[in-house]
């Protein structure tokens, strides 16, 4: 039987893989049988052929650790698992994080991938809002240019209109879904996200601390536990997979149902908290 879920003789660039989501998606496409390159602040403990210190907050550190990493060999699959979650983080650093350094990574790996490799990230059921902000997204979206999009960062940020996380979120969902056509058409290297729900990684304890452990744990979880960083791992390793050939320009909530239950009104969500 063919193995279309195999990495072996992939080469997979896994963006944030220190802890949490990107350390088990690391770790799982290891032991699929893809060579590693692991990109992180701090040198991740899990088996990888290759680390590169790269700072996400920095366009500079991204662009040169992106050449050296195409100098030394193709990119099959690339996963930006890389994010902060706000609260003590300023806006700027978290829209630079999780957004601006997401794109601009995707976007100059892309210029050096073949048809056929893919991109997969990570949003949140904290962007699920996208669509009520569609306009205010896509203006920002429109901005290219790395420092000018900071410099709208932070002057919402002085107007107190902008929330960085569900804002980064909200971004990354739509830039997937607006690019990965788009990408796909012209380069055949397909774009997707998933939408974790609340999931035991090193970051559950700053949104505790941000919103209150009681607030976390009434979030609605259908499945009646959070997530681990494997459970995440696994739909991630499939979008960059031959198994996922027919998918781009998608956003998988993986949230065990709890958005299609909001979207849907099976799921109140003004019952969060209040257990
Ligand atoms: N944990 C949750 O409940 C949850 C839910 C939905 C979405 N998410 C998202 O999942 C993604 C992964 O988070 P996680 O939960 O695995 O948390 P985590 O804190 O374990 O992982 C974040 C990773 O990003 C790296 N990182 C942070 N700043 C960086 C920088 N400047 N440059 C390069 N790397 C940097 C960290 O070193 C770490 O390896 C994030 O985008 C997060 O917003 C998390």
């Given at each position: 039987m063919r193995d279309l879920f195999s990495y072996a003789g992939k080469r997979a660039v896994v963006?944030?893989?220190?802890?949490?989501?990107?350390?088990a998606t690391a770790r799982l496409v290891g032991e699929m049988g893809a060579e590693v390159v692991a990109v992180d602040i701090r040198e991740p403990e899990i088996p990888h052929s290759d680390f590169l210190e790269i700072d996400c907050r920095d366009p500079g550190s991204i662009d040169s650790g992106i050449d050296t990493i195409v100098s030394q060999g193709p990119i099959d699959a690339l996963f930006y698992c890389a994010g902060l979650p706000g609260g003590s983080f300023s806006n700027a650093d978290v829209m630079s994080v999780n957004f601006l350094g997401q794109r601009r990574f995707i976007e100059r790996c892309a210029g050096h991938m073949e048809q056929g490799s893919a991109i997969a990230s990570i949003s949140s059921g904290a962007g699920m809002a996208y669509m009520m902000?569609?306009?205010?997204?896509?203006?920002?979206?429109?901005?290219e240019d790395y420092a000018t999009a900071l410099e709208w960062v932070s002057h919402e940020?002085?107007?107190?209109?902008?929330?960085?996380?569900?804002?980064?979120k909200m971004c990354t969902i739509v830039y997937v879904l607006n690019r990965g056509p788009v990408l796909t058409r012209e380069t055949g290297i397909r774009l997707n996200c998933i939408s974790p729900g609340p999931t035991d990684t090193p970051m559950m304890p700053h949104f505790e601390k941000q919103v209150g452990k009681e607030f976390m744990d009434a979030f609605p979880k259908p499945i009646g536990r959070n997530s681990t960083a494997e459970e995440q791992a696994w739909p991630l390793a499939f979008l960059n997979s031959p198994a996922a050939s027919y998918i781009s320009g998608e956003n998988l909530f993986t949230d065990g149902g709890c958005s299609g239950g909001i979207m849907t009104g099976s799921i109140d969500p003004s019952a969060m908290g209040s257990d």
């Open positions: 963006v944030g893989c220190y802890s949490g989501m990107g350390e902000a569609l306009d205010r997204v896509k203006e920002f979206l429109a901005i940020d002085e107007a107190g209109r902008i929330e960085g996380y569900s804002f980064s």
